[in-house]
């Protein structure tokens, strides 16, 4: 449920009042207590070698209010933020991120109004999400991109409020419609995908989004619920509202009849008075296998193996300029594959976990990512089958090494 979900914990509450700020837009700074102010100020001190003009402490305070002003988890959480935001070239992905047709068609959601507090909506219509035709039709990086896409198109959003409405808008207000959702959708591959990046979100942009109603809850909603609640805030979890079929008189507390569409019980119509509002809102539906790829990684380019049940495959790559990047696409037939990356530093005996191995749907999606190799060394690309007793993995992968010099990694395949 992209970076969205539930609630309720003691929170620190915004001032009523308001202060204006240099620039003229309404300060809402949260009413913290003398403590907590304390905390914020050592929290302050200790970012300051990453810190940026545009933090102000309105903004730390919300990475310490996403892990309960714990100055040590809020530290990590927001240094690691700044490294993935530079992995995933964020402040450029909305120029620079071409989204694939077949998201701009098929997947889900979109901004349609504001509530009363000014705050924008965004609209998901979840039960008309077709996850395992996207999840035919793009890599997994796309799903990671375009996700990401959207809240950064969010938080330009709210930029944007604040200078119209002349206060401090940074937040958002979800409605998660789960109408026509089907016992189909119950497919764990691809709420996996769809929770991991509900996790990538929240770890990124805390406390944006202010309040999430969840309507048309289908009698599967509390399976679905058990899978996402490991990995929800609690500060997230008070947010929501579960609501089933009489949900408008709900919502209309907190949005105006005319910031609400046709469809939702509201008077907001598109163009020649769509009540979908199909021009700010994806409606999703099933996606048309002309979409689907081409088993790509499984191409006359890719490398292929067999893993016997019981054993893994370990392809080494040694590393000689630190800053290279390590990239990898594969996919298997038929079933999962646990995937993993160790390291031996150059003069260590020693390796040392980079991404812990995990199980992962590569029968289903393409999986491919890369990383930045710190220090020279051999690095140890890992595919594990040692779960499987009976079934071998049929892998296709391909693996590229880029530095400075564009030269050619040297690779070795061993297994185990």
């Not at 507090?117 to 395992?132: A, Q, S, T, V, Y």
């Not at 990538?200 to 996402?228: D, G, H, S, T």
């Not at 191995?357 to 040692?386: H, P, T």
Request: glycine share 6%; aromatic share 10%.
């Amino acid at each position: 449920m992209t970076g969205h979900i539930f609630g309720r914990e003691r929170e620190p509450k915004a001032s009523g009042s308001g202060r204006k700020s240099k620039r003229g837009i309404v300060n809402m700074e949260y009413d913290l207590t003398a403590r907590q102010k304390e905390i914020l100020e050592k929290f302050t001190e200790r970012v300051a070698d990453i810190s940026k003009s545009d933090w102000d402490s309105h903004y730390l305070t919300k990475w310490l209010y996403a892990r309960n002003f714990d100055i040590v988890k809020a530290e990590e959480m927001l240094r690691a933020s700044v490294k993935y935001r530079e992995k995933m070239r964020i402040d450029h992905i909305l120029e620079e991120y071409e989204v694939p047709e077949v998201l701009g068609k098929y997947l889900i959601g979109g901004m349609c109004g504001r509530d009363k507090e000014g705050l924008p909506i965004r609209i998901e219509p979840f039960g008309n999400l077709d996850m395992k035709g996207i999840m035919k039709s793009v890599k997994k990086t796309d799903l990671e991109k375009i996700a990401i896409r959207n809240c950064e198109q969010l938080l330009r959003e709210c930029q944007y409020q604040s200078k119209v409405q002349d206060k401090r808008i940074d937040g958002y207000t979800l409605i998660f419609d789960m109408a026509n959702f089907s016992r189909k959708m119950l497919w764990r591959p691809g709420l996996s995908v769809y929770i991991a990046n509900a996790e990538i979100l929240q770890n990124n942009y805390p406390e944006m989004q202010k309040r999430m109603f969840i309507i048309n809850a289908p009698k599967v909603f509390p399976i679905l619920w058990k899978l996402a609640q490991p990995i929800i805030s609690e500060n997230t979890k008070r947010k929501m509202k579960v609501l089933g079929k009489n949900y408008k008189e709900e919502l209309l507390k907190y949005i105006d009849e005319d910031q609400l569409p046709v469809f939702l019980g509201g008077t907001m119509t598109g163009p020649n008075g769509d009540p979908l509002c199909s021009h700010k809102i994806c409606h999703g539906g099933e996606v048309p296998e002309s979409y689907y790829l081409d088993d790509s990684v499984a191409s006359k380019t890719a490398d292929r193996a067999t893993i016997s049940p019981g054993n893994d495959l370990k392809i080494e790559c040694e590393i000689e300029s630190p800053g290279s990047i390590l990239s990898w696409n594969f996919k298997t037939e038929h079933k999962d594959i646990g995937f993993g990356i160790t390291v031996k530093p150059e003069g260590s005996t020693k390796e040392k976990e980079l991404i812990p191995v995990s199980r992962v749907d590569s029968q289903v999606l393409e999986q491919d990512g890369n990383i930045i190799c710190e220090q020279a060394g051999k690095y140890y690309l890992i595919f594990d089958n040692s779960y499987s007793w009976a079934v071998a993995k049929t892998l296709y992968y391909e693996i590229d090494v880029y530095t400075d010099d564009d030269s050619s990694p040297a690779v070795e395949v061993t297994s185990s």
